[in-house]
């Protein structure tokens, strides 16, 4: 099933404020949809952490320039996958000023008093990129059941049936936990396991989405197997920083070159897709997802009700239910208006779509070791 479904002065107060907040790179963007903010309207966005490459990359420069150029300012704040430190890190960007507040829970499960203060200050929020169990908020992401059962789908075409390891994000990411799952179920993973066509060997999930202890969880794994003679014919990766770890291990191992998924299109694992290394990236064009985020932060400063937010996106990631926030029914039991985009899976023979798309890993560096006897030989010419 599916669930239904943004001058001297300064320049000495930002220096100050550095260590907490500073202001990120801008790319291009454009504030898009109805109305502007007013000039005194403040954008704050809180981070789980930038160990996730695309959210220095995409989001956040998506995300600064749309707000800039519909006449508000931007300021941020990186909790460093710290769920004490986010809760400061929100207290202080209230105590700034800012009139809306994206937030990138590193812990939805701790965020709850943060959320709190900001709506008793009457703060707008958006719960980007992972769901908050708040009806009040808007939540903005990709399809994350979408992007699971997308996962999965290209897993079991290409092995219907053998031995799989899966590799979980962190445990308090609802999309770890319910989201992709639930896609994989609509995929039909479960029904395979469920009749015997795959067997699954280990299943573990990872702390902070952390490629290190993905590779460390994995070793683990693949030691295991060699003791009890079995071999391992894919992983079921939840997101490209494990699925980058498994590969790592796989290569540290002297494995053989098995499918494994993931997710987001950072530009290594784009690689590991040319290479051989990884079979395939359900990518996520970030680039609008922040530009999204934008756009509604400076309709909900213009005074426009969540409701009524109107989305300009490209038609590639367009939502199937329009560019209008739409009531999305939690694991919680709660519906929160959101706006969800789709993803695009990609496997080598597609890596052109993101070279036509200019996404910021260049062809030069997804295409870098490829020979003619990797995957992606023929795109990368």
Excluded: H
Excluded at 86 to 98: A, K, M, R, S, W
Excluded at 182 to 204: C, K, R, Y
Excluded at 371 to 380: A, H, K, L, M
Aim: with cysteine.
């Amino acid at each position: 099933m599916r669930i239904a479904r943004l001058a001297a002065l300064w320049a000495v107060v930002a220096i100050v404020m550095a260590a907490c907040t500073g202001d990120g790179a801008s790319p291009s963007g454009s504030a898009g949809g109805s109305g502007g903010a007013t000039a005194d309207c403040l954008v704050g966005v809180s981070w789980n952490n930038y160990t996730q490459p695309r959210w220095a990359a995409t989001d956040e420069p998506s995300i600064q320039e749309t707000v800039e150029a519909g006449g508000g300012s931007y300021t941020r704040a990186d909790a460093a996958d710290s769920d004490t430190q986010q809760l400061t890190d929100v207290e202080n960007l209230i105590n700034q000023g800012i009139d809306v507040l994206i937030l990138l829970a590193a812990d939805t499960s701790t965020i709850g008093p943060a959320v709190q203060q900001a709506k008793d200050a009457g703060i707008p929020i958006i719960a980007y990129d992972r769901l908050i169990e708040d009806p009040e908020l808007l939540y903005m992401t990709f399809d994350n059941i979408g992007v699971g059962e997308a996962e999965a789908a290209a897993m079991l075409e290409r092995v219907p049936e053998g031995t799989y390891v899966v590799i979980k994000g962190d445990p308090g990411d609802p999309n770890a936990s319910t989201f992709l799952p639930l896609g994989w179920e609509n995929a039909g993973f479960n029904d395979a396991v469920d009749s015997g066509a795959i067997t699954i060997f280990d299943e573990q999930f990872t702390d902070d989405w952390s490629p290190t202890t993905a590779q460390n969880t994995m070793e683990a794994i693949i030691d295991r197997a060699n003791a009890e003679g079995v071999q391992i014919d894919a992983v079921l990766a939840e997101n490209d920083s494990t699925a980058f770890g498994v590969a790592a291990a796989l290569q540290t191992k002297n494995y053989d070159q098995i499918p494994v998924s993931g997710q987001d299109g950072d530009p290594a694992n784009l690689n590991n897709v040319a290479l051989g290394w990884q079979y395939v990236d359900v990518w996520k064009n970030s680039n609008e997802l922040g530009k999204a985020a934008g756009q509604a932060a400076v309709q909900l400063c213009d005074g426009t009700a969540i409701e009524d937010l109107t989305i300009e996106v490209d038609e590639s990631v367009a939502p199937t239910e329009g560019n209008s926030p739409t009531g999305f029914d939690t694991p919680g039991g709660n519906t929160v208006p959101s706006l969800i985009l789709q993803p695009t899976p990609i496997i080598a023979e597609d890596l052109g779509l993101v070279f036509d798309a200019g996404w910021y890993a260049t062809k030069e560096e997804i295409c870098e070791g490829v020979t003619e006897d990797n995957p992606g030989f023929e795109p990368c010419q």
